[in-house]
């Protein structure tokens, strides 16, 4: 009985634990860099970077970058009709380019602003 009750309990544990995320620590921008507004995509299906995956990616002044430090599946689903690999959104970050690719620092996307005509249609 003390086995079967030690084998639920590390049962629950394990579930428990496996079942947290891991919070993100792009929310908090460095006061003392610079933060740009990109274009941000998948890189394979709208911005044209080699690969078989979908993979996030920024474009900073005309040239598009795999993207380190945040992924394509933290900003919700990729393959939705407003997602990365069916249309390119904005977003404000934070890094540097180091070996063509973006090291983020701080990601956060810019929620497109509803215009009129949307908010008709809804009503």
């Known amino acids: 009985m003390k086995l079967l009750f030690s084998l639920i309990t590390t049962s629950i544990s394990f579930i428990q634990v496996s079942g947290q995320t891991t919070p993100s620590n792009k929310a908090i921008p460095d006061s003392n860099k ?44 990729a393959h ?14 934070q890094g540097e380019i180091v070996d063509n690719r973006f090291k983020a620092t701080y990601f956060e996307l810019v929620k497109p602003k509803k215009t009129k005509a949307a908010k008709s249609n809804i009503e």
């Open 80 to 93: 939705a009709k407003d997602g990365f690999c069916n249309a390119i959104s904005k977003a404000k970050v």
């Open 34 to 77: 610079k933060i740009q507004i990109v274009e941000v995509a998948c890189g394979q299906c709208k911005l044209g970077l080699p690969g078989t995956t979908c993979d996030l990616a920024v474009r900073i002044n005309g040239k598009a970058y795999f993207v380190d430090g945040t992924n394509i599946d933290e900003h919700g689903d």
